[in-house]
C-alpha cells in the first residue's frame, strides 16, 4: 500500500502535473570505536495540488543512531479542505490547549513519537472549530538499551475537541478515549483511559491567561484465577495556568502546575496503569536550557505526580542589554512517612503551593543571563548563571515516637515434698515492660545541586570571518545525606534501631558522596567544564573545536582505552608527535576528557555537510521536556549532510 | 558505507536537480495562528509585498542572535511593503514564554506560532533558523539553513535584490 501511494506521488511529479513540491533530506552516519556504526537517512517530500497536501517520509536507516532499522516509508499523510472542512488519513499530529489532554510530537533526537496513524475530521465556522480523529498510535520506551527502544504501548484511540473563540477570548472541550495494551517488565496491562478536558484563554492589552483542567479516570481489565473479573479504577487530574503580565518592555511569565495521576514514595512510580500515558505532553515548569552543562542537570519530571510554580522575567536594561531571569520550585503533591522499609504513608501536602520536606522530592531551579550586542552588533556575548537543588531518591524517612521494649528474665525457685523427698524446681520468668515514649528520627535520601556558569562570546568582522568563545563553569554535588538517631527498622521487635540505644538523644548527619575520582576515592564536588572554539567565514564555513572535561566519575569509574592525534594535538602531547609515546595506553590526563573537532560547509544556501572527529561524552539529554540518557560517542567520525529544496 | 555514499551522491543529485528548477515554485498557501490569537494566512500577508519566513524557538541561540537582524530589515523595508514573519516552534509545553520574549526584545516584526510543526513540516523548516524568502506573487525566491554570524550581510543582499534596491548584481553567496 506504502509503496503504492509513493509511486503515484512520485510518478505525479515527474509527470509534470500541476503540483507543487518541496522536500528536505537529512543524511547522518557516525563510526566510534565502539563499533558501534549507524547510517541514518531521511527524505521529506510535502506535495501540494489545489486542495489536496500530501507528505510522505522515506527513511533508510541501517541502523539509525537510536531507534529501529528501516527502509521504508515512516511516514505518510493525505490532507483534503475545502470550505469548512479539512480530512486527514494517515499519521496525525495534533495538540489541543498546553497538552495536559493531547500533544503529539515526532521528536528524532529522543525517539520519542506519539503520532496516531488514522483519520482526522475537522470544521471550522467563524469562530467554531470541532475536531474528530482516531486511529492506532505505538508509543516506545527505552529500556537498558541505551540505542535500541525496549517497551510498546499500544493505543486504540478516538478524541473529540470543540473550540469557540470570540475576540479575544477562547474556550476549548477535549475528550480522549484510548484502550491501551502496555507492556511491562513481565507481561502487559490492557487499561481503559477516558480523559476529559476543558481550557480557556483571555488576551488583554498588558496581560494574558490561560487556564486547563483534565479529568482523568483509568480501569485495567484483569482476571483473577478461573477468570474472575477483578477491573482496578484509578483516577487523576491535571491543572495547568499560565499568566503573563507585561509592563512596557517587561514581560512576567508566570505558570503553575498540579498533575496528580499517581503518586508512590521515593521515586517510585508504578508501572501498571492509571499513569499518564503518552499523549498526554505537560508543560514542565522547568527552563528549556540550551547549554550543554546545564541540559545534563536538568530535573527528571513526573507527569504523574507533582506541582510547581515557575516565575520568568524577561527584559531591557541599559546599554542595549537584556535580562531574563528565572526560578522555578517543584515538589510531589504528597509528603511520605516510611513506617517500616516497605511501608510507606502519605501525607497531602496542604494549600496549591509545592512542598520543601525532603519526602515529597522537592526541585528548585533559578537562572539568570545578561546578553547584548555591542560594537555596531559586531560583537555579541552571554553571561548565565544556573543554580539548582533536587532530591531525587528518598530510601527512608521516619519521624515520630517509640518506646523501646525492656525484658526482665528471673527463676523462680520452687520445691516440692514426695514421699519424705524435697524435690527443687525452677521456672524462667519473663517481665516485659516499656520504656517511655522518646522522639525517633530515621532519613536518608540523595541530593544533586549545581551551580553552572555559561559564557559566550563572537566577534564578528566585516569580511564576513567570525570569531566565537563558549565556556561553561559547573560545580556539582551528588550525595547521600542521612539523618537522626535511628538507622534501619528492626523487623523482629519492629522498632527503629537507635545507634545508641542507651541514649536517644544521640543524633548524627552523614553526608556521603557519590563521586569518586581516578582512584575510586569519594570527592565532595564534580568540576565539569567546556570549551568551544569556533571560526568561520558568513556562508561558507566554520570550524568548531570542543572540549569537554569532568574532574569525578558519577557512577562506575570508565577507561577511554584509544589515544587520538586530535587529542594529542590540543592536550599539547609532543611526544604522540614525536613517537615517545606509547599509543595504547593514554596517559592519565588524557581520561575524563572528551575532545571533538567539526567541520561544515554550507554547498549552498540550503545545503550543507559537517565532518566531526572525536569523542562526546554520554549522559542525560533533555529536548521538549523528554530527556534519555545518550551513550558516550569515542573516537569516531560523523558526517552530515541537509538539504532543503 | 558504500549504501551511504550511494545514498548522498543521490541526495547531492537531486538536491542539485531541484536547484536548478526552484524558480517558479510557489508558496502554499497555509493557514497560520499569530501570537496575538489572530488567524491569518501566508497569501494574505505576501498583499502588500515580500515575506521572508524564519522558523525559531526560544531555547534556540542562533535563531535569537538572527532575529536582530530580521527585525531591523522588517523595519527598514516595510515601506516597500516587505515583512517578516517569525514562525515559533516552541511546543505547548513551552509556548508561555514566547510572548514575554517577544515583548522583552521590543521586536516589531510578526510572530507565528507552531506549538506541533505542522507548518514547519510542510515548509521543510525544523532546521532552525531556516530562512525562506517570498516574493509577492508568492514565488520562493531564496532559502537559507542555519546561520554563521556575518550572514545578514547575505541575508540583507537578498532582501534588498528582491525589492529592487540593489544596486549590485549577483549573489554575494558564491
Known amino acids: 500500500?506504502?509503496?503504492?501511494?509513493?509511486?503515484?506521488?512520485?510518478?505525479?511529479?515527474?509527470?509534470?502535473?500541476?503540483?507543487?513540491?518541496?522536500?528536505?533530506?537529512?543524511?547522518?552516519?557516525?563510526?566510534?570505536?565502539?563499533?558501534?556504526?549507524?547510517?541514518?537517512?531521511?527524505?521529506?517530500?510535502?506535495?501540494?495540488?489545489?486542495?489536496?497536501?500530501?507528505?510522505?517520509?522515506?527513511?533508510?536507516?541501517?541502523?539509525?543512531?537510536?531507534?529501529?532499522?528501516?527502509?521504508?516509508?515512516?511516514?505518510?499523510?493525505?490532507?483534503?479542505?475545502?470550505?469548512?472542512?479539512?480530512?486527514?488519513?494517515?499519521?496525525?499530529?495534533?495538540?489541543?490547549?498546553?497538552?495536559?489532554?493531547?500533544?503529539?510530537?515526532?521528536?528524532?533526537?529522543?525517539?520519542?513519537?506519539?503520532?496516531?496513524?488514522?483519520?482526522?475530521?475537522?470544521?471550522?465556522?467563524?469562530?467554531?472549530?470541532?475536531?474528530?480523529?482516531?486511529?492506532?498510535?505505538?508509543?516506545?520506551?527505552?529500556?537498558?538499551?541505551?540505542?535500541?527502544?525496549?517497551?510498546?504501548?499500544?493505543?486504540?484511540?478516538?478524541?473529540?475537541?470543540?473550540?469557540?473563540?470570540?475576540?479575544?477570548?477562547?474556550?476549548?472541550?477535549?475528550?480522549?478515549?484510548?484502550?491501551?495494551?502496555?507492556?511491562?517488565?513481565?507481561?502487559?496491562?490492557?487499561?481503559?483511559?477516558?480523559?476529559?478536558?476543558?481550557?480557556?484563554?483571555?488576551?488583554?492589552?498588558?496581560?494574558?491567561?490561560?487556564?486547563?483542567?483534565?479529568?482523568?479516570?483509568?480501569?485495567?481489565?484483569?482476571?483473577?484465577?478461573?477468570?474472575?473479573?477483578?477491573?482496578?479504577?484509578?483516577?487523576?487530574?491535571?491543572?495547568?495556568?499560565?499568566?503573563?503580565?507585561?509592563?512596557?518592555?517587561?514581560?512576567?511569565?508566570?505558570?503553575?502546575?498540579?498533575?496528580?495521576?499517581?503518586?508512590?514514595?521515593?521515586?517510585?512510580?508504578?508501572?501498571?496503569?492509571?499513569?499518564?500515558?503518552?499523549?498526554?505532553?505537560?508543560?514542565?515548569?522547568?527552563?528549556?536550557?540550551?547549554?550543554?552543562?546545564?541540559?545534563?542537570?536538568?530535573?527528571?519530571?513526573?507527569?504523574?505526580?507533582?506541582?510547581?510554580?515557575?516565575?520568568?522575567?524577561?527584559?531591557?536594561?541599559?546599554?542595549?542589554?537584556?535580562?531574563?531571569?528565572?526560578?522555578?520550585?517543584?515538589?510531589?503533591?504528597?509528603?511520605?512517612?516510611?513506617?517500616?522499609?516497605?511501608?510507606?504513608?502519605?501525607?497531602?501536602?496542604?494549600?496549591?503551593?509545592?512542598?520543601?520536606?525532603?519526602?515529597?522530592?522537592?526541585?528548585?531551579?533559578?537562572?539568570?543571563?545578561?546578553?547584548?550586542?555591542?560594537?555596531?552588533d559586531k560583537l555579541y556575548f552571554r553571561f548565565g548563571r544556573g543554580n539548582n537543588k533536587d532530591i531525587i531518591k528518598v530510601f527512608r524517612f521516619f519521624d515520630g515516637q517509640q518506646r523501646s521494649m525492656i525484658l526482665t528474665e528471673s527463676w523462680n525457685y520452687d520445691t516440692t515434698e514426695y514421699y519424705g523427698y524435697i524435690y527443687v524446681d525452677s521456672t524462667l520468668v519473663t517481665d516485659t515492660s516499656f520504656t517511655a515514649l522518646f522522639d525517633v528520627e530515621s532519613k536518608m535520601w540523595q541530593e544533586v545541586g549545581s551551580n553552572t556558569y555559561p559564557f559566550e562570546f563572537s566577534y564578528t568582522h566585516k569580511n564576513g570571518y567570525s570569531l566565537g568563545i563558549g565556556f561553561e563553569y559547573q560545580e556539582r554535588k551528588k550525595r547521600n545525606i542521612s539523618r537522626g538517631n535511628a538507622t534501619f527498622y528492626n523487623g523482629s521487635d519492629s522498632s527503629w534501631s537507635l545507634i545508641n540505644p542507651d541514649n536517644p538523644d544521640s543524633f548524627y548527619v552523614n553526608y556521603e558522596s557519590q563521586f569518586t575520582d581516578w582512584n575510586s576515592e569519594r570527592v565532595k564536588t564534580q568540576f565539569n567544564r567546556m570549551v568551544t572554539l569556533s571560526f568561520s567565514k558568513a556562508s561558507k564555513w566554520s570550524l568548531t573545536i570542543n572540549h569537554d572535561q569532568s574532574s569525578a566519575f558519577d557512577g562506575p569509574k570508565t577507561i577511554d582505552p584509544y589515544y587520538n592525534p586530535l587529542e594529542a594535538l590540543i592536550f599539547g602531547d609532543i611526544k604522540y608527535f614525536t613517537g615517545d609515546r606509547d599509543r595504547s595506553a593514554p596517559p592519565r590526563f588524557g581520561q575524563q576528557r572528551w575532545v571533538s573537532a567539526e567541520v561544515a560547509f554550507n554547498l549552498s544556501s540550503s545545503q550543507r555537510i559537517s565532518i566531526m572527529y572525536g569523542s562526546i561524552q554520554g549522559g542525560l539529554y533533555c529536548s521538549n521536556g523528554i530527556c534519555r540518557q545518550i551513550a558516550p560517542f569515542n573516537d569516531g567520525v560523523k558526517l552530515s549532510y541537509s538539504a532543503i529544496f | 558505507m558504500k549504501i551511504y555514499i550511494i545514498t548522498i551522491l543521490l541526495c547531492f543529485s537531486v538536491s542539485l536537480f531541484a536547484k536548478e528548477n526552484e524558480t517558479g515554485r510557489v508558496i502554499p498557501d497555509l493557514k497560520i495562528k499569530l501570537l496575538n490569537g489572530k488567524t491569518t494566512s501566508i497569501h494574505e500577508l505576501l498583499k502588500d509585498g515580500p515575506l521572508m519566513i524564519d522558523f525559531w524557538a526560544t531555547w534556540c541561540k542562533p535563531c535569537k542572535k538572527v532575529m536582530k537582524h530580521l527585525d531591523t530589515y522588517h523595519q527598514a523595508y516595510k515601506e516597500n511593503g516587505f515583512k517578516v514573519l517569525m514562525i515559533n516552534q516552541d511546543t505547548p509545553r513551552s509556548i508561555g514564554k514566547v510572548k514575554s520574549y517577544i515583548r522583552g526584545k521590543n521586536h516589531q516584526f510578526i510572530v507565528a506560532l507552531d506549538p506541533n510543526q505542522k507548518i514547519a513540516k510542510k515548509l521543510n523548516g525544523l532546521v532552525m533558523p531556516t530562512l525562506i524568502l517570498v516574493d509577492q506573487d508568492g514565488t520562493i525566491k531564496w532559502r537559507h539553513q542555519g546561520y554563521m554570524p556575518g550572514e545578514e550581510v547575505e541575508i540583507e543582499h537578498q532582501i534588498k535584490t528582491l525589492l529592487g534596491l540593489n544596486t549590485e548584481s549577483g549573489s554575494k553567496d558564491s
Open chain 1, 1 to 376: 500500500m506504502k509503496e503504492k501511494i509513493l509511486l503515484i506521488l512520485t510518478a505525479a511529479i515527474l509527470s509534470g502535473a500541476d503540483f507543487d513540491y518541496n522536500a528536505s533530506i537529512v543524511a547522518s552516519y557516525g563510526d566510534n570505536y565502539d563499533f558501534y556504526s549507524y547510517s541514518e537517512n531521511r527524505l521529506d517530500l510535502n506535495l501540494f495540488y489545489n486542495n489536496i497536501q500530501a507528505w510522505i517520509q522515506y527513511e533508510y536507516s541501517n541502523p539509525p543512531e537510536i531507534g529501529f532499522p528501516l527502509n521504508d516509508i515512516r511516514k505518510f499523510r493525505v490532507e483534503y479542505a475545502r470550505d469548512n472542512f479539512t480530512i486527514k488519513v494517515g499519521d496525525i499530529y495534533e495538540y489541543w490547549g498546553r497538552g495536559l489532554v493531547f500533544n503529539q510530537i515526532d521528536d528524532q533526537t529522543t525517539n520519542y513519537d506519539n503520532g496516531t496513524r488514522g483519520l482526522f475530521l475537522g470544521y471550522t465556522n467563524g469562530g467554531l472549530s470541532l475536531s474528530h480523529l482516531n486511529g492506532n498510535t505505538e508509543i516506545w520506551f527505552f529500556g537498558n538499551d541505551l540505542r535500541t527502544p525496549y517497551f510498546n504501548n499500544s493505543h486504540s484511540m478516538y478524541g473529540n475537541q470543540a473550540q469557540y473563540d470570540w475576540n479575544n477570548i477562547s474556550l476549548g472541550l477535549t475528550q480522549l478515549h484510548s484502550n491501551e495494551t502496555h507492556q511491562k517488565y513481565f507481561g502487559e496491562a490492557y487499561v481503559n483511559h477516558k480523559l476529559k478536558g476543558i481550557y480557556g484563554s483571555i488576551m488583554l492589552d498588558n496581560a494574558d491567561l490561560f487556564v486547563e483542567y483534565v479529568d482523568k479516570k483509568s480501569t485495567e481489565k484483569a482476571s483473577l484465577f478461573q477468570g474472575i473479573p477483578h477491573d482496578t479504577l484509578k483516577n487523576g487530574y491535571g491543572v495547568y495556568g499560565n499568566l503573563n503580565l507585561y509592563l512596557g518592555s517587561w514581560g512576567l511569565t508566570t505558570e503553575y502546575k498540579r498533575y496528580v495521576f499517581d503518586s508512590g514514595h521515593g521515586d517510585f512510580t508504578a508501572d501498571e496503569y492509571g499513569n499518564r500515558i503518552g499523549f498526554q505532553m505537560m508543560p514542565t515548569l522547568g527552563r528549556e536550557q540550551n547549554t550543554t552543562l546545564l541540559g545534563r542537570v536538568v530535573h527528571p519530571y513526573n507527569f504523574n505526580d507533582e506541582r510547581g510554580l515557575q516565575l520568568s522575567l524577561t527584559g531591557p536594561l541599559p546599554l542595549g542589554l537584556n535580562l531574563l531571569t528565572q526560578y522555578a520550585h517543584l515538589s510531589r503533591n504528597d509528603t511520605w512517612q516510611s513506617l517500616t522499609t516497605i511501608d510507606w504513608k502519605n501525607k497531602h501536602i496542604d494549600g496549591l503551593l509545592p512542598g520543601s520536606d525532603e519526602s515529597s522530592l522537592p526541585y528548585w531551579e533559578n537562572y539568570q543571563e545578561i546578553s547584548g550586542f555591542g560594537l555596531d
